[in-house]
Every structure is written in C-alpha cells, then in structure tokens.
C-alpha cells in the first residue's frame, strides 16, 4: 500500500519515511511539487500533502492533480489558522494535521482513512470475522467480548493480512488508547488474552519480529 507523502523539509520526510517504514507502510517521498507529479503515476492509496512548498501550493496541486483521481489526502502544514482548515476540509481532504505534530498521531489518522475506505468490511479467516464497520469480532457468528485496546490490536491485524505487524507498531498504535507507557511486555499479556479469547491458532508469532494472520 503505497501512501506519497509531499513535503520540502527533508529531516520532516525522512523521519517520517522511517516511521512508516516500521509500521508497514511503503512511504514515497516528494520534496518538490514536480516530483510529486511522477510520483502520482504510481498507485497511490494516499497523500500526505503540505500545503506551503518552494515549487507551488498544495491546495492548488490537490484540485489540479489529486481531487479527480479520487485519492484521500490529508493536509500537513505550519499554518493553523480556521480558515485554512476549513478550506481544506471543503476541497474534499480527509483530514487536516498541523505542524509541529506526533508522528503517531499522523499514523493513527491514516489507519483511520484506511479503515474508513476499506472496501471490504468483513473479513474472514477461518472460524472469526472481524467486522469493521461495527468494530465486533465473531466467532462462528458469535460476538467474542474484547476490550478496547484488544479489538485495536486485532484490527490492525486484520488491517495487514499476510503482512507482519511488527511489535514496535502494535506499541505505536496502541499507546494513545492506554493513557500509560507501554512495552514489549504490554504486547505479549494483550496477545496472550486475545488468543485465549478467540480460542483459535490464527494468530501466528513470528520470533523476535511481531505477528502476523495469514488469509486462508
């Protein structure tokens, strides 16, 4: 899953370049509007576009080139004016995030857009189905009672079918639901319990790496 990330501050695109990177995501980075434009020819699933570059403006860019391909894309800029937000949000943005920002916030509203998106909004792997529209896990149809904290760990899971899902991104994704520091520990008690939950052998460890759920 590609996501084109548009930003001229270097240090900004690759520490982002890196995060992604850990949590699965294949990061394509333009500092320039024009490299961005060849960029675009690949098969984008989203753009995270700043709005001020050395070459041109985002939000011109986006209704020349991105509206009409139908791509999500949220808006990353210094400015955080009201105006400029709603102007954004009425172009047709998914979202709207202003510098100076948390890498993982970013993350978390991308794997919302993803889920959002989702075309298919069950899935299956042998007897559970995850259900993302009502965010219920099923087992042979019926409910199976998680958490909170549980269904984010299973989603994103699911969200990465026959991906890994390393332990670092599990512990990106999960710290904002905890309100409390989280470890690798953390990570292993909520698979424990996940598993004796499900009752089932879907969920695979891969040594030292994280886990991963492969579709049958």
Known sequence: MKILLVEDNVTIAK?????FHKNNYELLS?????????????????????????????????????KSKNIPTIFL?????????????????????????????LLARVNKIFLRNKQKSIIEVKD????????LVLKNKEIVELTPLEIQILMLLFLNINKVVTRNAILDNIWHITGNDVDNHTVTVYLKRIREKLNT?????????????DEE
């Open 15 to 19: 520490s982002l370049q890196y995060a």
């Open 77 to 105: 800029t210094a400015k955080d004016e009201e105006d400029n937000i709603v102007k954004g949000l009425n172009m047709g943005a998914e979202d709207y995030i202003t510098k100076p920002f948390s890498t993982k916030e």
């Open 30 to 66: 333009a500092l320039t509007i024009n490299a961005a434009l060849k960029l675009l020819t690949e098969d984008i699933a989203l753009v995270i576009l700043d709005v001020t570059l050395t070459d041109g403006n985002g939000f011109d860019f986006y209704l020349k080139n991105i």
């Open 201 to 213: 052998d879907i969920i695979k460890t891969i040594k030292g790496i994280g886990y991963r759920i």
């Open 128 to 135: 559970i189905s995850f259900d993302f529209n009502k965010m």
